[in-house]
Nanobody, 119 residues
Framework: QVQMAESGGGLVQPGGSLRLSCAAS????????MAWYRQAPGRDRELVAR???????NYADSVKGRFTISRDNAKNTVYLQMNSLKPEDTAVYCC?????????????WGQGTQVTVSS
């Protein structure tokens, strides 16, 4: 059974930084794309950033220039470095990965970690 373990959320003041991590473990043959999504109260879930298995990245316009997604393929881990945080970044952040196991490819999700930006 593939598991996704997230860490790194918390409370930070506006202008501060946080780094989220998400590690996939289990009977993994290959990890394709990895991504971070977020959902704020009363709003739809949105894609924050995605990184392909070859390192190609894309970002939501609202976080470009402030957030950086990266991955360590040897550790099946994805990171999200968040700088210059704003109150509107407050949300539950979830990691996502498209993973191949024994010939089956499907999406897996982390449990979510709360990020609160407030003074």
């Amino acid at each position: 059974q593939v598991q996704m373990a997230e860490s790194g959320g918390g409370l930070v003041q506006p202008g501060g930084s946080l780094r989220l991590s998400c590690a996939a473990s289990g009977p993994i043959l290959h990890v394709y794309s990895m991504a971070w999504y977020r959902q704020a109260p009363g709003r739809d879930r949105e894609l924050v950033a995605r990184i392909s298995d070859s390192g190609i990245t894309n970002y939501a316009d609202s976080v470009k220039g402030r957030f950086t997604i990266s991955r360590d393929n040897a550790k099946n881990t994805v990171y999200l470095q968040m700088n210059s945080l704003k109150p509107e970044d407050t949300a539950v952040y979830c990691c996502n990965a498209r993973i191949s196991t024994a010939g089956l490819v499907r999406d897996y999700w982390g449990q979510g970690t709360q990020v609160t930006v407030s003074s």
